[in-house]
């Protein structure tokens, strides 16, 4: 019985054979009742050794790099999740370029992120929450002495550092105190409990998922001397100026971007760049229709690199890195030969430009020259997204040192870096997952039945996968949808795996990292039958191949997933069970109730809702709710700003009224991430299980169908 037990990852059919052999030979004489124990034992052994809900507490994640001045360190943050606190830490750690060092920098309870080196690498500056709200701090990197430097009551963003090291500039919002009614009211007596004050909302955009109503604030450039002081704000005027911040080579002026034109709240894709110096006087460098955005000056101040978007009114256009004089003049498109969006720039030298895109399912960092020529240095980036397998990656370079965050399909991100030859420098999960039998992904392209279209998808298969059954599927449908997954880590469907279902994801039409063509493929057809098409002929193949089992195919997703899985069960009754997350339910309410609806009713649909009800209704999944007769459950954040709980709450009554069994799960607390918190990660995840497993009966039974 011992030799059984030592080899647990053996099949249940071989050890079976292996039984049978010990029986032969007359060493067994109890043979059913020892067989049926040991199945169960090894059921046991086997279920502990996969990935488990409580393992998400215990993952880590590196999240941001920072390459320093001498290109001889990294300093990166490292997230970890508190299962006492039910959240994220972030704390940051320092790694030598070599491999030979790797320590601590700044670690405790508190959460330290943002990190930025001085241009002479003897300080770091970083945000922390360590006294409540978050404050810029700096650290002197020879004593390990740390200052406040700020004491503010916004949260700072884009901390930049003066090339002299004297000043940090960064973003901060400010309140507008304004007042829209000269309201007067009698005075309340001392001691006396009224209900809270009226709230009065006057803007086009008075909301934001995460932040609910927001009070009427702009945010504008600050600049504060690096060894502490009183932040002094640069900017002027009634508009947002967002984004990265960068020093011309004199640090007598800052270059930003912004849309200061007084119907800002109408453009959500133009903004334009500026420059602003010491005394608050603005100048505006570029002008073009679109949102020229990330302005990085060159080191020796002749150029500035920004990212360009065309303002054509589609719901994706690609974004491309421009180069021009640092007077605005002679605009140069160094990437118009790709045909994806591109970000995150950093000048190698005056005549070379790091930048990121996403291709096929992946990130990498490619640089270029103001010649023209492209060449790509590192590749594989991902796994900063611990829940799906989202394209979510990041880099820092100096010089020929880059670094970035990388993962496996295996593995959450560790920090890498390339000189000439790749090098890992963390390995953070092995102690938790090394002893870890994790499903295997695998890659499947094929052509979409509605009209050939290729389509790139990966699927998960359960532990101790045999290739002579077929397995229960689920269909896992990616937001957006202008977004992608990839074959990276993910603990959400890797914990679907661990429970005996291959996990089928895809990157449909309108995914990003195929082009423009493809990301527009969905316009104005998001959700439909092309979509939809997309993700069954993925299934269809695998059933095909004899992996899955075609009487027990399940359906979900969330945000633009969970509208994709919405309007599927509209159109098929193939699934046994459904779980819409966060969806759209019904267009005609949802842009007028959303957080998004300035920017989608002018960039995703022909016009205003009352004006193309026909064209918003076919859009909905509402539309198709008669169709409907698959078990349903919808889950949504009761503080969801992006898709409002009264899109789903549409849903469940609909349903209801058409007597499908459905159950309604609210997040209490959450707004549009529902899974943003580790427990409400295992609670999505472990919800979606529970009720597949209600409608799949042979899952409950622990059985498999042997494949034809």
């Known amino acids: 019985m011992s030799f059984i037990r030592n080899h ?127 404050q810029l701090y700096v650290r002197w990197m020879d004593t390990g002495q740390t200052a406040l430097v700020t004491n503010v009551t916004s949260s700072p963003s884009n901390i930049t550092w003066s090339p002299d090291g004297k000043h940090i500039a960064f973003t901060m919002s400010v309140d507008a105190k304004e007042k829209p009614l000269d309201v007067k009211m009698p005075k309340k007596p001392e001691g006396a409990k009224w209900s809270p004050s009226f709230q009065y909302i006057t803007k086009a955009r008075y909301q934001a998922d995460g932040r609910g109503i927001l009070e009427p604030a702009y945010t504008h450039v600050f600049i504060v001397p690096s060894e502490a002081g009183t932040a002094r704000q640069l900017t002027s005027g009634n508009y947002h100026h967002n984004g990265g911040l960068s020093f011309s080579p004199d640090g007598d002026k800052i270059y930003f971007s912004a849309n200061r034109s007084d119907n800002w709240e109408y453009e959500p894709v133009e903004g334009d760049i500026f420059s602003v110096d010491m005394m608050g006087n603005i100048a505006q460098l570029t002008s073009e229709k679109g949102l020229e955005s990330s302005p990085v000056v060159s080191p020796d101040g002749k150029h500035i690199a920004y990212a360009y978007r065309d303002d054509e009114k589609v719901m994706y256009k690609n974004s491309y890195l421009y180069v021009m004089k640092s007077d605005g003049t002679d605009a140069q498109n160094l990437t118009k030969d790709i045909d994806n969006s591109v970000s995150n720039f950093h000048w190698k030298n005056n005549k070379h430009i790091y930048f990121q895109q996403s291709v096929r399912g992946l990130a990498q960092v490619d640089v270029v020259a103001l010649s023209g020529k492209v060449k790509t240095v590192a590749s594989g980036l991902g796994g900063t997204t611990l829940g799906r397998p989202y394209v979510f990656g990041t880099y820092h370079a100096v010089g020929d040192v880059v670094a970035y965050t990388k993962g496996r399909t295996d593995r959450p991100a560790d920090l890498f870096v390339t000189t000439k030859n790749e090098r890992q420098l963390t390995a953070l999960n092995e102690d938790v997952l090394d002893h870890k039998q994790l499903g295997e992904v695998k890659e499947i392209v094929y052509q979409s039945s509605i009209d050939g279209e290729e389509i790139q998808g990966w699927y998960i298969l359960p532990p101790n996968y045999e290739s002579t059954k077929t397995y229960p599927l689920i269909l896992e449908i990616h937001g957006g949808p202008n977004l992608a997954y990839g074959p990276v880590f993910t603990a959400e469907l890797q914990r679907m795996a661990a429970e005996g279902y291959v996990v089928f994801y895809d990157n449909h039409r309108g995914s990003t990292g195929y082009g423009e063509r493809f990301a527009l493929l969905l316009q104005g057809k998001y959700s439909s039958e092309y979509d939809f098409s997309d993700h069954m002929s993925g299934v269809d193949a695998l059933i095909e191949k004899g992996i899955a089992d075609p009487e027990r195919l399940f359906i979900t997703g969330g945000s633009a997933g969970g509208i994709a899985s919405a309007y599927a069960i509209g159109l098929t009754d193939r699934f046994k069970a459904a779980v819409v997350a966060k969806p759209v339910i019904n267009w005609l309410s949802k842009v007028l109730t959303a957080d998004s609806g300035l920017y989608q009713i002018p960039f995703q649909f022909p016009g205003k809702p009352w004006d193309n009800v026909e064209h918003y209704w076919k859009r909905s999944p509402l539309s198709l709710v008669g169709n409907v007769t698959t078990p349903t459950m919808l889950i949504t954040g009761v503080e969801d700003k992006r898709t409002p709980m009264s899109e789903t709450e549409q849903f469940y009554q609909a349903l209801k009224l058409q007597k499908v069994d459905t159950v309604l799960v609210r997040v209490p607390e959450s707004p549009h991430g529902i899974a943003s918190k580790p427990s409400r990660m295992i609670g999505k995840v472990e919800n979606i299980l529970a009720w597949f497993k209600k409608y799949d009966s042979a899952q409950s039974q622990n059985t498999h169908v042997e494949a034809k």
């Open 8 to 134: 647990r990852y053996l099949s249940t059919s071989t050890r079976q054979a292996m039984w049978a052999v010990l029986l032969s030979l007359g060493t067994l004489t109890q043979p059913a009742t020892v067989l049926a124990d040991t199945e169960a034992e090894s059921a046991a052994i086997d279920s502990n050794h996969h990935f488990q809900s409580e393992d998400i507490f215990n993952l880590e994640y590196v999240s941001e790099v920072q390459v320093s001045p001498n290109g001889k360190n990294i300093a990166y943050v490292r997230r970890s999740n508190d299962i006492m606190s039910d959240s994220s830490r972030a704390n940051v750690w320092l790694a030598s370029v070599d491999g030979k060092s790797h320590r601590p920098l700044l670690s405790s309870k508190k959460n330290y992120y943002s990190i930025r080196w001085s241009s002479d690498g003897s300080r770091l500056a970083y945000l922390s929450n360590e006294e409540g709200k978050p």
